[in-house]
Nanobody, 125 residues
Framework: QVQLVESGGGLVQAGDSLRLSCAAS????????MGWFRQAPGKEREFVSA????????NYADSAKGRFTISRDYAKNTVYLQMNSLKPEDTAVYYC??????????????????WGQGTQVTVSS
């Protein structure tokens, strides 16, 4: 079992930055990959970024490349998503997820076993 709790969302203006956090508990944090996904109203959940179990491999959606950075802190059992140059189209509920099986930075949400409750990010123009 893995429990995930996101935080750090909020209301910001276009061009601002936010750092999302996802605190994990339960199974050893170094044994699984982590991902960030988002879902805007009326849209499907989409991949944002992922990081593998030991932090040396990352993956980003095209929309996130150059603006977002994923990282993980093993001492704090936390994965972060640093989001810079935010745009109104980044507005969504952001979810973190844990991939216990493949441990790779996968973009497929079906490969993730546990999900957090989500944190709202709203970017005004």
């Amino acid at each position: 079992q893995v429990q995930l709790v996101e935080s750090g969302g909020g209301l910001v203006q276009a061009g601002d930055s936010l750092r999302l956090s996802c605190a994990a508990s339960g199974r050893s944090f170094s044994s699984y990959g982590m991902g960030w996904f988002r879902q805007a109203p009326g849209k499907e959940r989409e991949f944002v970024s992922a990081i593998n179990w030991n932090g040396d491999n990352t993956n980003y959606a095209d929309s996130a490349k150059g603006r977002f950075t994923i990282s993980r802190d093993y001492a704090k059992n936390t994965v972060y998503l640093q989001m810079n140059s935010l745009k109104p189209e980044d507005t969504a509920v952001y979810y973190c997820a844990a991939d216990l099986t493949f441990r790779t930075p996968d973009a497929n949400p079906l490969k993730y076993d546990y999900w957090g409750q989500g944190t709202q990010v709203t970017v005004s123009s």
